[in-house]
């Protein structure tokens, strides 16, 4: 299949960035990214620059690969990453635009690279259990049930792509934070220190300069891994909760 | 050179317990002036800096990521071992440390499998008190799976996603440590030297991969917890960053490699497709549980399946062979991954495969999905339910087990699995060789640590499957804490090291010059076409079987693509910039030189074990011959470029006999 793509080229943050279009032959049975590889094999033996992008495990659990697709974050298949995207979604002859992530959070490296290290701030500011090595009991002292358990689970299981973000039309990072607070929690141990962990990733996560909640929904319909909105409403609740019975200001 | 293994005098259930009670500690206020380098951050990197943090040194954490929670061990899907014993089977410490020796065909160092199969069970603690939420029963107590090699349930799970769940909990210990600021966290930042100091570990040198500045990191002592070499092979269940670069700049200063040779090579995979393809993915081993893996008797009935005349769904039970329950009894479709790939590559050549190119086998669900069906139904009071609602509630009960993993093969291949069954092929997914260890995970060159992976010693010649998470952490939160006193509390009064002392100067020079020549080639061909063609000749001769004259040919076919890679490579760009074809470029230079050390290994051991497979040396029924009376050994490689040396440990089976390995 033959394929008209437009790249967004930039060399770095200080230059101006712009499309660049490419002719590329594909098969439908190639993923994404193994196209874009044709793409950089051809760019290389005519000597030219290769389009840098992102890409690692490219079996969609690293949470590395990030493009925008025909304005959509990871491509047109629902709950799908980039890597695990193949052109048999795509038609012989189609154009396809692919474009980073755009948040002022995370700042262009080059190409299609961004920076997300706002993400590990956002974790380091309070999302983790504060349990040292060594000093927990047996596994199976408390028991969790069952479906407490998945619904933690479900939450626990982002990659941290910065796909919400990138939907969003606010470029707010709550899917994420959210994600997070509620996978901690909804465990009993991590809600020992829930209310703390939820006001220090918020604030954290407003520091970064994300954008604001308008419960646009955007960000769910685009995760590739479909963390239900229903974790921001979860930590909304838990947010307000913290504020009013806690004793520090926020 | 004398190779030590330090492991400690003393009854083997007894060692760890004791010696952990007496080795030297550093005292509080030391920990605090001692600086140490952890490069790499998956399971084994992230839980030790987090766990060394805690314990009051001064960490740097490094990975080439642009984040810790990138690392692969977050694609390992099926599960981690714990002799936890909750499902009262038999299982012990004892019978975890006995499955790992006997899986490995005895060629790894029993202290150390006693004592990894003792932590294991701190482990599924330690990440429950984390918030890991680990499969559960209806009860609120874990639930546990069976994976190849055992005859327990042992295994502790998150769905497919396990790696996932446990990377995340060491990954929010570690930002918890990186907040507290006992840890600096280095993110894009790829290891390209050792730095050693009067014949100690002493720092590293670092490529800053967003400006391509080279720093200098300088400590008391080095971790490297960086995974394994899989990616020698170009197609592999690996993420295509996971590269040999760091532990191989170690062995290029003197570190020994071990038993490079040992690869293993994972049953369950999706088959390759095509030339343009990047990466093969994994389908966990935990279907081995509930699918059973089978060829159509009649190479006629294969041949239908080829052409695409016909499918899996048209052959009648009776024309199906299920081999693997044919040829071992007693442990059918979980015999362990050596086994059961070298009894798919068997059928294929012979010409039962399934998929166009001949090399895939069936992996089926639909004898789980009615027993499973039919379960179901009878708890929830239905009978008499008819076939279509039996394959539905089976088909639920399935998808609740291994949802994504049948949402991933979906994607990939674009066909239905609870409709048809799986095609799958073997694929190298993990290496046992690496960095040669002494009991306290050190190398041989003094203050060099080896963690995870990217060491030699628990699997001997086969992992275990669910045994690589369970290495990573606890070597990361329940070894490296203690061992590493026995180096640092010898060095309480180092001072701090300098980077400004000329070994820093020295080395950053030697890989600044090495980043340019590769730059200075300026050649033809491009970095992926030359490891592509690498890893063909890997796996032609250095794969799933060997043979003394392929490996011979190949050793000069690596050495010629080799020269051939130096003179016409080309690397687009600069050194000093964001240049992710330099990287991979450094990378491929060093897969070479390990590609022909492994082939080099591969030679020297005539025998076969585990997944190194020579074809002079098997049983009349094709099954591995080991050769206990001359390769009961760990063969250690010191890096040569003309002729690798090699140091012998001799390994020592003082309670457990070595035994030809049955699953029949």
């Known amino acids: 299949m033959k394929i008209t793509l437009k790249v967004w080229r930039q060399k770095n943050i200080q230059s101006k960035g712009q499309f660049e279009t490419y002719q590329v032959e594909a098969n439908e049975h190639m993923s994404f990214l193994e196209m874009m590889d044709v793409l950089n094999e051809s760019l290389i033996a005519e000597k030219k620059d290769p389009v840098s992008f992102e890409h690692d495990c490219r079996e969609g659990i690293c949470g590395t690969c990030n493009m925008v697709i025909n304005g959509q974050p990871h491509g047109p298949m629902k709950g799908t990453t980039v890597c695990q995207l193949h052109m048999r979604s795509f038609k012989d002859g189609d154009t396809i635009v692919v474009e980073p992530w755009r948040a002022k959070a995370f700042p262009l490296v080059k190409d299609l690279v961004v920076d997300r290290s706002a993400f590990d701030r956002i974790i380091q500011a309070g999302g983790y259990v504060s349990v040292n090595t060594g000093q927990a009991q047996d596994a199976n002292a408390i028991p969790i049930e069952k479906d407490t358990a998945s619904d933690a689970f479900d939450a626990a299981t982002c990659i941290g792509c910065g796909a919400c973000v990138a939907a969003c039309p606010n470029a707010s990072a709550m899917l994420f934070t959210s994600a997070k607070v509620s996978h901690l929690a909804q465990l009993p141990q991590g809600k020992v220190e829930s209310k703390k962990r939820v006001q220090a990733m918020v604030n954290q996560m407003d520091d970064e300069g994300f954008g604001m909640c308008s419960n646009v929904g955007a960000c769910e319909a685009e995760c590739p891994k479909e963390i239900s909105i229903e974790n921001i409403a979860l930590m909304n609740r838990e947010y307000f909760g913290s504020v009013v019975g806690s004793e520090t200001s926020v | ?664």
């Not at chain 2, 810790?68 to 977050?74: L, N």
């Not at chain 2, 796996?539 to 020269?563: F, H, I, N, P």
Request: with cysteine; aromatic share 10%.
């Open chain 2, 1 to 664: 050179m004398e190779l030590k293994s330090n492991v400690p005098e003393g009854a083997l259930a007894e060692k760890w317990t004791k010696y952990r009670s007496t080795m030297n500690l550093v005292a509080p206020n030391n920990k605090r002036r001692i600086d140490i380098i952890v490069v790499g951050t998956g399971l084994a990197g992230a839980s030790a800096a987090a766990t060394l943090g805690e314990l009051g040194y001064n960490v740097k954490a490094f990975t080439f990521h642009d984040s810790p929670r990138r690392a692969h061990s977050i694609a390992a899907q099926g599960g981690i071992n714990a002799a936890k014993n909750y499902q009262n089977d038999g299982d012990s410490v004892y019978r975890l440390f006995y499955d790992t020796i006997k899986g490995g065909d005895y060629r790894s160092r029993e202290a150390n499998v006693h004592r990894l199969a003792e932590a294991s069970r701190n482990i599924i603690d330690q990440c429950v008190a984390q918030g890991v939420p680990f499969a559960r029963e209806y009860g609120g107590l874990l639930a546990n799976r069976s994976f190849g090699g055992v005859q327990v349930s042992r295994t502790f799970y998150a769905r497919g996603q396990t790696g996932q769940q446990l990377l995340l909990g060491a990954y929010q210990a570690l930002s918890r440590q990186i907040s507290l600021g006992n840890v600096e966290m280095y993110n894009r930042h790829e290891m390209l030297d050792l730095v050693k100091i009067d014949g100690k570990a002493r720092g590293i040198i670092a490529r800053n991969l967003l400006n391509g500045k080279l720093e200098r990191f300088a400590a008391h002592c080095v971790v490297l917890a960086t995974g394994g070499y899989g990616n020698v092979f170009y197609l592999s269940t690996n993420a295509m960053g996971s590269n040999v670069t760091a532990a191989w700049r170690a062995v290029r200063r003197g570190a020994l490699m071990a038993n490079p040779c040992f690869t293993q090579i994972h049953p369950t995979c999706i088959p390759v497709s095509g030339d343009y393809q990047s990466k093969l993915t994994l389908m966990s081993e935990s279907l081995r549980n509930d699918g059973r893996v089978w060829v159509p008797k009649k190479k006629e009935d294969a041949e239908a399946i080829r052409n695409g005349q016909k499918t899996g769904l048209d052959i009648a039970e009776d024309d199906r062979d299920y081999y693997l329950e044919r040829r071992y009894p007693a442990f059918g479709n979980l015999v362990p991954r050596d086994v059961a790939s070298r009894a798919a590559k068997i059928e294929c050549d012979k010409g039962h495969g399934v998929s166009p190119t001949g090399l895939a086998v069936f992996l089926d669900f639909a004898a789980a999905i009615e027993r499973y069906g039919k379960s179901r139904a009878h708890s929830l009071g239905l009978h008499n339910p008819n076939a279509a609602k039996i394959r539905e509630l089976g088909e639920k009960v399935v998808e609740e087990k291994y949802g994504n993993l049948f949402q991933m093969y979906e994607k990939i291949t674009g066909e239905n699995p609870y409709k048809m069954p799986m095609k799958i092929y073997p694929a190298v997914h993990y290496t046992m060789g690496g960095l040669w260890v002494d009991y306290n995970l050190e190398t041989n060159v003094p203050g060099l640590f080896a963690l995870g992976e990217a060491n030699f010693s628990d699997h001997g010649a086969n992992r275990l499957g669910a045994s690589a998470l369970m290495q990573g952490l606890a070597d990361g939160y329940f070894v490296i804490p203690y061992t590493i006193g026995q180096f640092l509390s010898k060095e309480i009064r180092t001072p701090s090291i300098s980077p400004d002392h000329e070994a820093f100067a020295t080395a950053e020079e030697h890989t600044r010059e090495q980043l340019q020549k590769l730059i200075n080639v300026k050649g033809n061909q491009s970095v992926e076409s030359f490891h592509r063609r690498l890893g063909k000749i890997i796996w032609d001769y250095c794969g799933m079987s060997r043979s003394a004259e392929g490996l011979t040919k190949a050793r000069q076919m690596v050495r010629e693509l080799r020269e051939e890679f130096w003179k016409d490579v080309f690397v687009p760009g600069d050194m000093d910039e964001f240049n992710p074809e330099l990287e991979k470029a450094a990378r491929v230079a060093d897969f070479m030189e390990l590609g022909e050390l492994m082939i080099i290994d591969a030679l020297d051991r005539n025998e076969s074990c585990g997944g190194h497979f020579r074809e002079e040396y098997q049983t009349p029924e094709g099954e591995a011959l080991r050769n206990d009376k001359d390769y009961t050994y760990v063969a250690a490689w010191e890096w040569d470029d003309n002729d690798p040396v090699l140091h012998k440990e001799e390994l020592q089976f003082d309670n457990v006999e070595l035994k030809t390995r049955s699953y029949k």
